[in-house]
């Protein structure tokens, strides 16, 4: 059975370094013998249906094959189509409410727990919220995630030990939505 999945490449393409044009990225999915490449902006979306693997072994070969294309490792997430729709249905903020760059989906590699986040204060960054989802933090900033004290907290290592953790924009949650539901 063919799925189609999204892979997501952390911390690529940013201020000029571990650059992967998103083309040569293509190009190295269909050499893996994925079909239906397609990629989205250039900080590290790419859709593609696979009839082999799972989520974790897809982003280990991903990942491999980046390395040893380009010569420096990313660590990559991959998610199908119905987990990525489940994350935009069961959004706990009002997102239609909202704008795109007020809403934030961090995808994480494995499952989180509340206590992982237990030693924040959440009242003292109010109005800015998150909450935990299946292997993903939303997180509500209505200023941007630029000015968010509280996604700067997010994203010390402490709190993301042992997994790996990228986060997307709304938009860019919608869109591999669409991207990854649409057949043709």
Known sequence: MTTTYAALLRGINVGGSRKVPMADLRTLLTGLGHDGVRTYLQSGQVVFTADRGDEESLAAELAAAIEK?????VDVIVRDHAY??????????PAAELEPKQLHVTYFSAPVDADRFAEIDRAAHLPEEFRLGDRALYLYAPNGLGRSKLA???SRPRFNKGLIATSRNWNTVVKLVEMTGDRT
């Open 84 to 93: 990525l729709r489940a994350i935009a249905d069961n959004c706990p903020f």
């Open 69 to 73: 294309h380009f010569g420096f490792a």
């Open 152 to 154: 700067e907290i997010l």
